[in-house]
């Protein structure tokens, strides 16, 4: 696609439900990355895939949080057991092969825990 | 370790007056350089970039940037600020592909009327 498309933009959910988050990045781009950016903080990186692989989970704040990418495409965020903590804007980015591209960001998905 | 570093974590100016982000870097070879910004609401739009070559970057909405090395900064320019640049700007540094970008936490400008 022309962009890096993320869904929902917005989610609600009930403290203890299980949520999944979509990034559909760039068309070729070879890494994504996920970053979640909590209300009136910087950003905070979770975790790095190069291809179908993640060679940097480093990120992730806990065992709740899982990450899948398939076809070299698209990636799925999966928070279980959500907590009130978790609630924040959740932002995807890719970048192609090329050094000098850059990092082309979504425009999050926000997501609430109640 | 590579680190970002915004040091003013507000900035508020009047309309039509002159900006100026601070960002200072940590990297032990020639950096690749941005700024972004975010909007209430949005995801974050590259503004410009740098790499290598002339040290003064133009980028959109009018913004520039200036790489110096000896002060391993990358500071972000307007001539003349408009009510709609309020906004979260981050400066990053990083290289695509396998390199993770490291982001400053970010300065939130405030535009008086």
């Known amino acids: 696609g022309a962009g890096v498309s993320q869904s929902p933009s917005n989610k609600v959910t009930e403290k203890g439900k299980d949520v999944e988050l979509r990034c559909d990045p760039i068309?070729?781009?070879?890494?994504l990355y996920w970053y979640r950016q909590s209300l009136g903080q910087g950003l905070e990186f979770l975790i790095y895939f190069q291809g179908n692989s993640a060679p940097d989970k480093s990120g992730l704040p806990s065992d709740r949080f899982s990450a899948e990418r398939t076809g070299g495409s698209v990636s799925t965020l999966t928070i279980q057991r959500t907590q009130q903590e978790d609630s924040a804007v959740y932002l995807c980015?890719?970048?192609?092969?090329?050094?000098?591209?850059?990092?082309?960001f979504g425009s999050g998905t926000r997501l609430t825990v109640v | 370790a590579q680190s970002v570093t915004q040091p003013d974590i507000h900035i508020t100016v009047s309309e039509g007056a002159s900006l100026e982000l601070r960002c200072n870097y940590s990297y032990g070879a020639t950096p690749y350089l941005f700024w972004y910004v975010q909007s209430p609401g949005q995801g974050l739009q590259l503004l410009l970039k740098?790499?290598?070559?002339?040290?003064l970057v133009q980028g959109i909405k009018g913004f520039e940037a200036e790489f110096k090395r000896s002060q391993s900064s990358f500071n972000l320019r307007k001539p003349s600020v408009h009510w709609s640049d309020a906004a979260e700007y981050f400066c990053?540094?990083?290289?695509?592909?396998?390199?993770?970008?490291?982001f400053g936490r970010g300065t939130s400008l405030i535009v008086h009327p």
């Open positions: 990053a540094l990083g290289e695509g592909g396998s390199y993770i970008p490291t």
């Open positions: 068309s070729g781009h070879t890494a």
């Open positions: 980015a890719s970048s192609s092969f090329r050094r000098d591209y850059g990092y082309t």
């Open positions: 740098y790499f290598s070559g002339d040290t």
